[in-house]
């Protein structure tokens, strides 16, 4: 390996791969928490954001911190009153199911529709069970709030709704879809909210009505919120918890909402009109977005942050101020499903937007990902069942779309082998006259070449290196997708064959086998192509340093670097200069 291959991987390594962690554990930068400008703003404490409740939230997630994460006391359970709440719903808790093709759902009367779990028919977790997006240990949830005229804050979520649907387990089937109809008075004000299933869709539409909002709502306004986040689907869930973020989109503009450190996070709050607020981990999102609502006075945020042994749970709540002016039925959609650019892209409103968007890297070269790399990994797929081996097809593909760059990358690191003696020999003969050494030098270049118009096919190569890093670390095609039973079980997973019990520097615990292979085909590559004697060291540091980075990475990427290694190799081996180049003779 020459050095201007060694010098491109080992910046590729350390600048696209380590900077977050080199921020974050060497020298300590965490995230800027979102600075909101006062224009843009509205006060945290406005009349319609219980003020208490923010106070009592900070006070209950101390404790959080002293106690398990099973006896947490949740945000929904501070909105709870002990004064008696003038209702009129239903006695009995009633529970309901609805299965689709892609997911199945249950949820009950409490609340109007409060989930108990939400799984997800095509996506499986590492303990074999199926992907649920609704954790009775988090009490995540959709929920409804508001100050009545007097000042009190009522959360629905804790009072039985009624409802004329049976509660029966119910099946829908090709473009069937089904509304559940709920409601409930209040001070003789009737609230009704319905929700409507699709089948073939991870969405559901929530209608909701206010009779007569003027002498209800403090100010007409309520609030509609995704409590409480997600929970962590992965087995490395320090990984999976770095994705987790809560966004909006508002001004044709992404916003993003971050908890950096244990404890009660910084509220936010944005004005204007949102069309959707998010939360998301690496693979999957809740989006709730506005249909029909007047939404003018903006979005809101809050959440805390819970220390975990290896990780920090997060806990996002985000929702939308909502001006009920009783001139429509306002109108809202909720996404819960994975974050598929397949998915998410037949939506108008954005929402794709959150694909490819962790780090600026990601961002970057987002349009060579989605555009590019993922149809063709998907088209491959349509002939080839096995991912591992769409894989090894594709990696063979970029090296021959690659081929003509490479070659001509090869070819001026072979002239400048060549052209080494003569250029010495100048620097030693003109060492004391600098400008004519340069111009021996461009003569030398006229005849023979500029050799290092070579680093150039290189950099060329970099943005489509960068968004191969990015696809084969977070694309959801490759969650779960199996290579070699037993060996190789998921590529978007570390292919650990056993953990050691120990922990060593650097590489962790986990004995992984692909890693390893990346690393031995690294040092032959390298072996075979040393020119120089002085690269001697750099031989043995590089697969060493590589596969320490490349231990906890998922096997998906793994594999397509031990190919990448390998083709390499054999390019290395038949590519020549052109027998014409000769190398220059020394003047006598």
């Known amino acids: 390996m020459d050095k201007k291959s060694i010098l491109a991987m080992l910046l590729i ?3 696209l791969i380590l900077t977050p962690y080199y921020n974050e554990h060497i020298l300590g930068i965490k995230p800027e928490e979102k600075k909101v400008s006062a224009d843009s703003t509205t006060n945290i404490q406005k009349e319609s954001f219980n003020p208490v409740d923010q106070k009592n939230s900070a006070e209950i997630n101390k404790e959080k911190q002293k106690e398990s994460v099973d006896t947490i006391n949740h945000p929904k359970e501070q909105t709870k009153t002990t004064e008696k709440v003038p209702f009129t719903g239903d006695s009995t808790l009633k529970n309901y199911r609805i299965d689709t093709d892609l997911y199945s759902v249950k949820f009950s009367n409490k609340g109007g529709g409060n989930f108990s779990s939400f799984i997800l028919k095509k996506y499986g977790t590492y303990d074999s069970s199926l992907v649920d997006l609704v954790s009775e240990k988090l009490n995540n949830n959709l929920q ?38 709920f409601s409930i008075e209040y001070n003789k004000t009737k609230i009704e909210k319905e929700l409507t299933f699709y089948n073939g869709f991870y969405h559901i539409d929530i209608s909701l009505n206010i009779s007569d909002p003027g002498s209800l709502l403090l100010n007409r306004q309520y609030q509609i919120k ?90 996002y709540t985000t929702g939308f101020f ?14 819960l499903g994975p974050l598929d650019f397949n998915q998410l892209s037949n939506y108008d409103n954005h929402v794709d937007e959150l694909i490819m968007n962790n780090g600026w890297y990601e961002r970057v070269f987002r349009s060579i990902s989605i555009y590019l790399i993922i149809p063709v990994l998907e088209w491959l797929h349509g002939f080839i069942s ?12 970029i090296k021959l779309a690659l081929f003509p760059i490479t070659k001509k990358s090869y070819q001026s690191t072979k002239k400048m082998q060549l052209l080494q003696p003569k250029m010495a020999e100048i620097k030693e003969k003109y060492k004391n006259d600098q400008q004519r050494m340069q111009k021996e030098m461009m003569k030398l270049y006229k005849v023979h070449g500029n050799p290092l118009s070579g680093c150039l096919p290189m950099l060329l190569q970099m943005p489509l290196l960068i968004a191969l890093y990015t696809v084969f670390r977070s694309t959801i095609q490759l969650r779960g997708a199996m290579f070699i039973p037993g060996l190789v079980n998921d590529l978007s997973r570390a292919d650990t064959l056993f953990t050691l019990p120990f922990s060593l520097p650097f590489y962790g615990d986990h004995f992984n086998l692909l890693p390893i292979i990346m690393a031995i085909t690294m040092f032959l590559q390298s072996k075979m192509t040393m020119q120089d004697p002085k690269q001697k060291a750099m031989l043995y540091i590089m697969p060493v340093f590589m596969l320490a ?31 014409d180049t000769k190398a220059p003779q020394k003047n006598k």
């Open 13 to 15: 390594a350390v600048i």
């Open 144 to 181: 409804l709030s508001f100050q009545d005229v007097n000042g009190q804050y009522i959360n629905t979520g804790d009072y039985l709704f009624t409802s004329d649907n049976k509660s029966e387990p119910l099946v829908l089937k090709n473009n069937e879809k089904i509304t559940i109809k």
């Open 226 to 315: 995704w409590e409480n986040g997600l929970p962590l689907t992965e087995e490395y869930k320090a990984g999976d918890s770095q994705y987790s973020t809560a966004f909006t989109y508002m001004a044709d503009d992404l916003t993003d909402y971050s908890i950096t450190e244990a404890g009660p996070a910084k509220p936010m709050t944005l004005s204007g009109n949102a069309d959707w607020v998010s939360v998301r981990t690496k693979y999957f999102v809740s989006i709730l977005s506005v249909v029909n609502a007047d939404v003018s006075d903006g979005v809101f945020f809050n959440g805390t942050g819970i220390e975990q042994k290896d990780y920090m749970e997060k806990l």
């Open 322 to 335: 909502v001006r009920d002016d009783h001139q429509s039925i306002d109108k809202f959609r909720l996404y």
């Open 386 to 397: 096995n991912y591992g081996l769409v894989i090894i097809i594709f990696s063979i593909l």
């Open 549 to 579: 980075i490349f231990n906890k990475f998922p096997s998906g990427l793994n594999l397509y670097y031990i190919m990448f290694n390998i083709l390499t190799v054999l390019q290395q081996k038949y590519i020549h200069v052109d027998k």
